[in-house]
């Protein structure tokens, strides 16, 4: 048994690792939280490029909206400014985390500039389930400076994020193409490909948003596609966030083919996909999902043209697998997404560095490790916002270092890793961890007793058990009970939907009266119907 979990060493403070100190703080722990950056919110943050380190750092572009609405992506107890308009820029987040971190006092708790360079097994680990971190000063030009301090925790959260390391792929010829080759994480605006013809490698949100963008500056954009994407814009029907239409609790029970029934129409109701060279080869929700409202417009002005995967490089080009191609090309960005990267383990069975070999017990725990002193918080991917779930993970993981809650066995945590692998591959034909919010949220809700028992919510307090059961799944509901509630939780709730439209009433007029037409239609309609009804009768 390892001894009571105190200090706990936090990497990274993006997101995750500011929610992971802010839980740890919580739960009465002590979070060091390690920042190689001279600024917290990792993703959102809007340092210039050339401050960030080589391949580091994820796609920040200038015309980047978040891809969540923003009550689906709250924090449980802090709510977005009132005036957030439904859909928000690296400004509004970046902005909105640094509050956090100062309403909560995080702060302090956060040590900017420090890079951790190796966590290993202390020397009593066995007997401890402690780890020795070692971390190093970065001066302002991002190179490493100063001594390396060696400092031993009770317990780690690792939460570097999924967007860390850039993966470019090789095709046969890449190496003589002459053009200019970058990955998208490099991209800032379209404008820098202006006059050019350009070529975006990927199906995913960035690669969309990244083809959009260029398509108005440059002389062409072709958009090379192998399996394709599920492309959907940000408005639902009724003009609902389109996250916040998909994601409630009684939806989230209908069987897969239902749901997937129930959204084609979204996906292609107002579009013709093959016209478009936008079929997905894959099933819908067994392929990828890009979110994004102006592809098919700069399609069908011819600014950008989708062709499908590419086959091999030329000189001045690339020939694609169906036997076209396009020569006199100037740039290929790779929108082509991130590895898993840990540098700082030794030992790369402590947590793997591909999808394949990641043995997560609930996508959180190295599953074989004697010690629950060590955690992976923000490793998923989610249809809809993805940081509700990084709280969730967060909450759950200071409860067990408290001892609060418990992992069950080596054996039962290894059947979960292997179910869900499985799962995912048969789905989606490869190791990737995507899945639909709702059912894993409960599940962690319920590890630490947090989700609200329904019946009683349901004679308690109706109103609120029906909003959370038909209408969007609030973050806040985690809040409502279980440890360290909000007292502003059911508000939340509540007021969810009138926060989310009210920023954009900006111009309010009265609706033209359809009334007289309408009776007069009624009123037919009725008269009709009663004489046919004599008619049949007779
Ligand atoms: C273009 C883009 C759009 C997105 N849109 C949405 C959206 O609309 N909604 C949504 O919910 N999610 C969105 N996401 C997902 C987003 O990544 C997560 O929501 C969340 O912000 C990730 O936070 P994180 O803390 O897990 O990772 P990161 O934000 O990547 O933070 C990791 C931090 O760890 C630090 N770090 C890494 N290694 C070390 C080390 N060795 N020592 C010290 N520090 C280290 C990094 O500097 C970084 O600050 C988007 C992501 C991208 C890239
Ligand atoms: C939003 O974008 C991020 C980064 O590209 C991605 O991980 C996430 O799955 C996207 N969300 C949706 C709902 O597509």
Known sequence: M????????????????????????????????FEKNEQLGGVWQTQELDNLDGISGGTIYQCLMSNSSKEMMTVSDFPFPKEYPPYLTPEHLLTYYRNYAEHFNLDQHIRLSTEVMKVAPSADHEATG???VCSRPRCRSGTLDGPTASEIFDAVIVSTGL?????????????EFRGQILHSNRFRSGEQFAGKTVLVVGSSHSAGDVAVDASRHASQVYLSMRDGAWVIGRFGPGGMPIDAYSNSRWKAKLPEVIRRLAARPMFEGRFDLDNLGLRCKRRLFEGYIMVNDEIHCRIICGALRCKPGIERFTRDGVVFEDGTRVDGLDVVVFATGYNLNFPFFEDNSIIADNF????????????????????????????????????????????????????????????DVKRRKEAYF????????????????????????????????????????LRAFLGPAYPPFYRLNGPHPWAGARDAIINGWANTVNPTRTRVVERPSTGGALTVAMLIAVTVLIISLILVLN
């Open 2 to 33: 390892a001894i009571p979990v105190k200090r706990v060493a936090v990497i990274g403070a993006g997101v995750s690792g500011l929610m992971s100190v802010k839980s740890c703080l919580e739960a009465g722990l002590e979070p060091v939280c």
């Open 130 to 132: 402690r780890w020795e």
């Open 163 to 175: 967007f860390n390391t850039a993966f470019v792929p090789s095709y046969p010829g890449q190496g």
């Open 356 to 415: 394949a070999d990641l043995e997560l017990y609930m996508h959180v725990w190295p599953a074989r490790r004697t010690h629950p002193t060590l955690a992976a918080v923000g490793y998923v991917s989610t249809l809809g916002a993805q940081t509700p779930l990084f709280e969730l993970q967060s909450r759950w993981v200071a409860q067990v270092f408290l001892g609060n809650a418990r992992l069950p066995g080596i054996d039962e945590r290894m059947e």
């Open 426 to 465: 048969k789905k989606f034909g490869k190791h990737r961890i995507f899945f639909p919010p709702i059912p894993y949220c409960e599940e962690l809700a319920d590890r630490i007793g947090a989700r609200p028992n329904f019946t009683r919510l349901l004679l308690t307090d109706p109103k609120l058990a």
